[in-house]
Structure formats: C-alpha cells, structure tokens
C-alpha cells in the first residue's frame, strides 16, 4: 500500500493564481482530511470528509474549496491564491471518524509570491 | 476537546527510555489521548492512543493516570531517528479532526 500520497509536494504561485492539490490515499478510508501547517505551530483543518460526495468546512476554511468525487481522492482548491496561504498543506485519512487513527501525507509546500 | 500542556523541549540520550509527559486536566470521560509525531517536515505519524488502561504497541508505551489527567508517552529505548516533535491530543470518539497544538520537541543525542 502506498498509503496516504500528496501531490505536487511543491509549488509556487503567483498571487491570484489558481491551483488544485491532490490527496489520495488507497487504504478504503472513508475520512478525508486536509490541514495546513505555518511555521512553528501545529496543524488546523481546512476542510473534511466523511464519505464520497461529502465535506465540510474545518477550522480556516476561507479561501479553500475542496471536492470529493471519487472515495480514494480528496481535492483542495485555491481560487485565488494569496500570500497568507503560504504554508505546508497535509492530507491525511481514517477508517472512520471514531477512534481509529488518522494517517497523514508527506505533505505539499506551497509558497505565494 | 479538552485543552493539552506539553513542555516546548526535552533532551534524551541515546538507548535511554525517553518519557514524555502531557497534562489534559479537563478530559471528560469519553475523550481518548492520542499521541503523533512529526519528524523534521514530514507528514505527522500516528504512535498509540488509549482511553483509560496503559497501551503499548511496537512504538511506545502510554501510561495514562488513574484519574486521566495526565498521561506519559514512552519510547522505551530511543534513537537518533526519534528525534521529532511529539503530540499529544485529546478528542472525542466522534471527533472529525485532530487538533494539534505547539507539541514536545525531542532531541535525541548520542
């Protein structure tokens, strides 16, 4: 299994350009994350999933939009990229919201000029 | 979720068992601790949770006091490749996400 992967893993935009980051992951997992991290702080969720055709909105989720068309894949989407999304993105999944663990990425880096 | 206070840095020698402590004084009864770390600037990586019993796995060991309010994560035998910064979180069973904080930042040294 390859797990949770992430692409690209890195990037750099102009400011109001548009991109879509890619999660997949191949372990059945019906939970799908996306979290950002900024440097010397930990994570916060942007969007989630709880099964294909659903999300909702996480904790920062302005200036984000993300997608859930097929059950191994979960897009993010910045519209219009600025600055302040300059940070490392982080996909991960779940069997289930319960207490199963989250499985993680490698991470994307992005950086907006 | 109930708030959690780890301290920012702990050292450990090599081969020592490394013990890292985190305070979850407001943990309510159906709220789990998990524990994740992340080494250098890779995705966070998933080492144990439980609820009320000790736990250990192929990783670590969690001891999780009786009233639940606090709990130490154990790397029994610690290596230079455990140098990472550790998290511990609390969430509930039906949780849909993990809320990380600043974490222990764990340096190994020889």
């Known amino acids: 299994n390859a797990g949770v992967t992430q692409t690209p893993k890195f990037r750099v935009l102009k400011t109001g350009q548009s991109m879509t980051l890619l999660c997949a992951q191949d372990?059945?997992?019906?939970?799908m994350y996306w979290y950002r991290q900024d440097p010397g702080m930990g994570l916060r969720l942007i969007h989630y999933s709880v099964g294909e055709g659903t999300t909702a909105k996480g904790e920062v989720p302005d200036g984000y939009n993300v997608s859930r068309l097929k059950k191994q894949n979960f897009l993010l989407g910045l519209e219009s990229a600025a600055p302040s999304q300059t940070s490392v993105y982080f996909c991960?999944?779940?069997?289930?919201?319960?207490?199963?663990?989250?499985?993680f990425g490698p991470g994307t880096r992005l950086t907006v000029l | 979720d109930a708030k959690t206070t780890q301290p920012p840095s702990m050292d450990c020698a090599e081969g020592r068992a490394a013990n890292l402590p985190c305070n979850h004084s407001t943990i309510s009864g159906n709220e789990y601790v998990y524990w994740y770390r992340q080494i250098h600037s890779q995705g966070p990586q998933y080492i144990i949770h439980g609820l009320k019993n000790n736990e250990t796995n192929e990783m670590a060991s969690l001891v999780i006091t009786e009233d639940r309010k606090s709990s130490t994560l154990i790397l029994p035998h610690a290596t230079l490749r455990d140098t990472a910064v550790y998290y511990c979180i609390v969430r509930v069973r039906v949780g849909n996400d993990m809320r990380f904080g600043a974490g222990t930042r764990l340096t190994v040294k020889p």
């Open positions: 991960a999944s779940s069997y289930e919201a319960g207490e199963k663990a989250q499985y």
């Open positions: 372990m059945n997992h019906e939970y």
